[in-house]
């Protein structure tokens, strides 16, 4: 027994995704002021094995009052949020899995039946028998990979093995035991070996030295060994070195310095990322510059982590698009866009632009050795998928060293006491 409270766009998706399943409560429309809220109220009043909405059906702030007065009534109840053509950092769909609800939604630009598989796997004790043979061909031909797990919010694509399937959807779960793509999540509950980083900018002077500081910066502060590297021919570490020195003549030959805790490699031939990956650091930071200009443009294709750095001046996001066209054979899926000193209308514009990925706005940040709580919220988001817990690691091994210490020193007396007897 379920109870459904849609809009008319996702009716049709719900009713192939639950097939004969009863109904025991169905709204479908848009619903002003306190009516949604009301049906809440009516639904938590039966019996039901899971209740279905979308965000679409009324505003975001009557769509959480109701949700979340539904919540107290039942809390154990499964609640399925449907959210179609949303961004990966919209505000509601955050809070609800926040919330504990399970989110289905579909990026801009996605067919909007790629939703339906998810929605089938996530209905709990659902008959099986009324699913048909081709729906489940349709689930059975789909290959789903996961690509970022952040925080508790699971973000998958689906990609197309045969013909008649879908694009691509997003599931935001906190709990899905049952569903079988969870067998392909790892997490990096610590950090193995290092975390390469590459960012690299659809056309030079677009901010990437600034933006891998930033990223660098915030890794350190986090507790994490952090190295970065100068992959382009700028020489503008030079001159991050003597600024820090505090001296316009400072000169130098070292071919690496360190400021707070970060360990910078200057651009020169002897560097090699082989021998960089062997040093040790959790993270390895690899700053390219302008993609055409660098011969390190290779390692970005490579690294764990693919960060693109565009403009976002309305006459220079032409140079995003081109940077995309010229990709477009290779698998983007994991690479994410930033763009520093962007209004919002802007930001929206790009990300329209750029379907299935990742399009984070980078606050205005002039000092990138400073905190910045809106800059460390950016980067929050931006990296949580790629963090482990190297620190307690590291704490946790200290501990079985000393208790082994003591250990050992305990035996040594035994022998000493056994010796005098």
Known sequence: MNAVIISSKASALVHEAIGNTDVSFEKTGRFEGGQFVEFCEAVARININAFITDIDCTDAQTFLRGISQYRVIRPNTKIIVIALDRYEDDGVV???ADMGINV??????????SIIPALRNL???RDQGGMNAASQDDWESTDSEMEKVKERIYRYTAKLTSSGGFDSSDVMDLELPDVPIQERIILKDRIIGTILVAVMG?????????QSILIANYLKRKGYSVGLVEANASSDFTAIE??????????????????EGVEYYKNNSKLDINHLVTAGHDYLILDIG????????????RASVNIVVGAGSDWRQGKIRRFRDIHKKMDQSNWVYCIPFVENLSIQDIRKELPGN???RI???ADPYKHQSDTESVLNKLMKSYMGDSKKLSSKSMLYGILGLCILIIIVLIILLAIKI
Request: proline share 10%; glycine share 6%.
């Open 358 to 360: 990742l399009v984070y």
């Open 242 to 259: 003597n600024a820090y020195e505090g001296t316009p003549d400072f000169k130098s030959n070292n071919l690496h310095f360190t400021i």
């Open 290 to 301: 302008g993609f055409e200009e660098s011969d390190w443009s290779t390692e970005f294709y």
């Open 363 to 365: 606050p205005p940040h």
């Open 94 to 96: 955050h809070e609800l």
């Open 202 to 210: 659809v056309e030079s002077k677009v901010g990437s030295t600034h």
């Open 104 to 113: 289905v939604t579909t990026s801009p630009g996605t067919k909007p039946k």
């Open 123 to 125: 209905l709990p004790e």
